[in-house]
Every structure is written in C-alpha cells, then in structure tokens.
C-alpha cells in the first residue's frame, strides 16, 4: 500500500526561504500532483495532470485515488 496515493500522505519540502506541500488530487475528473507554496498547506497552489503515483509508479485513475482536498 502506497502512503502518498493510498492514504493522502503529502511531501514537504523546505529550504531556508520557502516550504513546499505536494500531494495527489482528484478533481474535476483528473488526478493531479498538487504543490502549495508557503509556509502552511493553504498556500498558493499549482498542479500538474498525472497517470501514475510518482513514489510508487501504480497507474491512478479517478476510482483508486482517496485523496482530495
């Protein structure tokens, strides 16, 4: 079982200036990796459309994503 496109797990990343949030979305009929700017998860967003889980390579669709936010 994936942690990231099974059970919602996001991926933070930080630097000295900045924090970034990724996550998985489904949304409007397309699963997206989602990446929030700023220092909390309710940042500024911005998503890319994707077929399959970027940690575990299990192709996605709308029906095996639990995601959403």
């Not at 496109?5 to 990343?13: A, D, H, P, Q, T």
């Not at 397309?30 to 299990?58: F, Q, T």
Request: charged share 30%; proline share 1%.
């Amino acid at each position: 079982m994936c942690e990231y496109c099974e059970n919602g797990k996001s991926i933070e990343l930080s630097n000295d200036s900045a924090k970034s949030y990724w996550f998985i979305v489904r949304k409007n009929g397309k699963v997206r990796l989602y990446c929030k700017m700023g220092e909390s998860e309710s940042g500024n967003a911005y998503g890319i459309e994707i077929s399959n889980c970027p940690m575990c390579g299990r192709k996605l669709e709308n029906d095996n994503v639990t995601t959403e936010q």
